[in-house]
């Protein structure tokens, strides 16, 4: 089974390859591969991103079918059904690497900032997650800001991986335990729309 170290080594290489326009090979995507995972799978990370529809995962790291263990939801809200999921992949599937995907431009984000100046009208379940999010964001303001920036999002996106990362290490018994033992590692990253890069953030 493939290490968080080299898991971690192939989204890098990956990424750069995607952002300089190069595509997997065939045979991470063709009909012989699809054949391979028919009888099991074993993804070398877990990817809990944002369901924007300008990320998608395994574009962005440019792996193949199969490579990747992937959990969308607006704003990579740490939700139960998410923890679940990733407690499966983990445990089960032995994933040795959790990756939380932020990225620039984050309406979710956004949409928080905007609330904390003015509360916006929405239906139940978007303000439940905005107001997830709000809460993940926080820190990073002393007072309601006076106007919503593009470098005012940037730090609200990374204020929420920087949660949803400790939320992941800490919310969890299951999880805490393969991280104690050295079997998973959970990192977080900001995937940039201008560019096609990720950076990943310190630990």
């Keep these: 089974m493939i290490s968080a170290v080299e898991a971690l080594a192939r989204l890098r290489e990956g990424n750069l390859m995607f952002a300089a ?3 997997p090979s065939e045979d991470r995507v063709g009909p012989a591969r699809r054949k391979e995972l028919v009888a099991k ?6 990817i ?12 962005v790291f440019g792996q193949g079918v199969g490579d ?3 959990i969308r939801v607006g704003g990579h809200a740490v939700l139960q059904a998410q923890v679940g999921s990733i407690e499966f992949a983990a445990a089960l599937l032995r994933t040795p690497l ?8 984050c309406g979710v984000v956004e949409a928080a900032l905007k609330n904390m100046l003015s509360p916006l009208k929405l239906p139940e ?8 999010v709000t809460r993940s964001i926080q820190e990073i303001l002393t007072e309601p800001p006076e106007a919503v920036t593009e470098e005012l999002i940037d730090r609200g996106v990374r204020a929420n991986v ?6 992941l290490r800490h919310g969890s018994p299951e999880l805490e335990e ?24 310190p630990d």
């Design 21 to 23: 326009g190069r595509q």
């Design 41 to 46: 799978q074993e993804p070398i990370a877990i």
């Design 48 to 59: 809990l991103g944002c369901s924007d529809s300008r990320i998608t995962p395994e574009f």
């Design 68 to 70: 990747l263990f992937v």
């Design 98 to 105: 959790v990756v939380v995907l932020g990225h620039s431009g």
């Design 125 to 132: 379940n978007l303000r439940a997650m905005v107001e997830r």
């Design 162 to 167: 920087r949660s949803c990362v400790e939320q």
């Design 178 to 201: 393969m991280i104690q033992n050295g079997r998973l590692r959970i990192v977080g990253a900001e995937y940039s729309l201008k560019t096609g890069l990720v950076d990943f953030l």
